[in-house]
């Protein structure tokens, strides 16, 4: 047998491997070529079903105004357990026009009359009452002597013996009520009041919040006779968001209103109002609310250790949220839902669950009695105990 000549055993291995190398090359382009660039039969890989709902919550809507038109019925049809199966007004005409849009049957229209009539429907889970601020305790107390649920707006009556009268009612009728209180079941709120318990904002010293818009006459939210004015109605967002962003209820409060006599818009509401809480601790939310401003929809919370802020905080979209602290400065990018779908979902489930809902009565109840402490600040001049 020859031996072989220096340095020739290393280069025989040297061709072997590249030979190897070479055919694996080959093989793995054309494993690559394999592969096809278009989904099996068009489908995305990781494209996710949303599962079929046993049974949805069947809602009828009370109250055919503005916010019902534009948000409250088009949210129905990003819901997953609330679907829209009546329609209550005092205008023929046009619920029959939304009915005819939103596929509801000519059957389930009813008026303020035949209202009680809904008793006897058995599609109606819940009555979605947007009444004028007067009417939400009578009719709700009637849905719920129809056997109905009731989620209803805010505020959630004209004065805490309302309030009271319908939390007695619901217990009366073993059904469940909620105030929609929309904000709680949105994720940048949610993620705020998170980081308003943590450590990087550490105890809470001050919050700063303004909820104020121009509104022009006619509109209900300038009646005293319905309730209006913009304590109840926008400024129930900062009253409401002092208290859950604390979670602390506030123990003694002042407020000043303001009403031009040269503006016959408010003859009847005052234009501007400002508060302040005061919570135990010695945290305080400086507060104000207007009708005759432009838009100005936020919060700024000052703790310890840290600064949150929201620009957008109250509207129906648009939420901005920042967290600052000695760490530097963070803004939040969340998911954003639709505000309103958000909130019927979360009490159809409740239903469906048999659980108490986040901002059931006693939440409304809570916020009228800060409201009522406020009025009557206004009115002596002198601040308030709670």
């Known amino acids: 047998m020859s031996k072989n000549r220096p340095g020739e055993s290393s280069r025989r291995q040297f061709m072997a491997t590249s030979a190897i190398g070479t055919s694996l090359v080959a093989v793995g382009s054309l494993h690559a070529a394999d592969v096809p660039l278009a989904p099996p039969d068009k489908q995305p890989p990781d494209l996710k079903l949303p599962k079929p709902v046993k049974r949805k919550i069947g809602y009828a809507v009370v109250g055919l105004g503005q916010l019902a038109v534009e948000e409250v019925l088009p949210a129905f049809g990003s819901c997953e357990s609330s679907k829209l199966v009546a329609l209550v007004s005092g205008h023929a005409d046009k619920a029959k026009q939304l009915a005819e849009v939103y596929d509801v049957p000519r059957g389930n229209i009813f008026n303020y009359d035949n209202y009680d009539e809904m008793a006897s429907n058995r599609e109606i889970d819940v009555v979605y009452n947007i009444l004028p601020n007067s009417m939400h305790a009578e009719f709700t107390i009637r849905a719920f002597q129809a056997g109905k649920h009731v989620l209803c707006e805010k505020p959630m009556a004209s004065n805490v013996a309302e309030c009271e009268q319908m939390i007695a009612a619901a217990e009366r009728a073993k059904r469940k009520l909620m105030i929609a209180y929309r904000l709680h079941y949105e994720p940048f709120n949610k993620k705020a009041i998170e980081l308003c318990a943590s450590e990087e904002v ?3 010293k001050l919050i700063t919040a303004s909820n104020s818009q121009n509104v022009e006459a006619p509109n209900i939210r300038l009646s005293g006779e319905l309730r209006g004015g913009p304590l109840g109605d926008v400024g129930i967002y900062c009253l409401n968001a002092a208290r859950y962003l604390t ?3 506030p123990v003694e409060v002042f407020g000043y209103a303001h009403q031009p006599a040269d503006d016959p818009r408010f003859r009847e509401v005052p234009e501007s109002v400002t508060f302040v809480l005061k919570f135990p601790g010695g945290a305080e939310a400086h507060c104000s ?3 005759g401003a ?4 936020f919060f700024r919370v000052e703790g310890k250790n840290g600064v949150v802020e929201m620009a957008g905080a109250f509207g ?5 949220l920042r967290l600052s602290n000695e760490d530097g400065s963070r803004r939040f990018k969340l998911k954003p839902v639709d505000h309103f779908a958000a909130e019927m979902d979360h009490f159809a489930e409740c239903i469906l669950r048999d659980k108490e809902p986040r901002t059931p ?6 916020d009228m009695q800060i409201i009522a402490a406020i009025e009557e600040s206004i ?7 709670v």
């Open 202 to 204: 550490g105890p809470i």
């Open 247 to 249: 979670q602390r209820e």
């Open 289 to 291: 609310c207007s009708f």
């Open 294 to 297: 432009a838009e100005s929809r």
């Open 316 to 320: 129906y979209f648009g939420q901005e």
């Open 361 to 366: 009565g006693a939440e409304g109840l809570a």
């Open 379 to 385: 009115r002596t001049g002198r601040s308030t105990k």
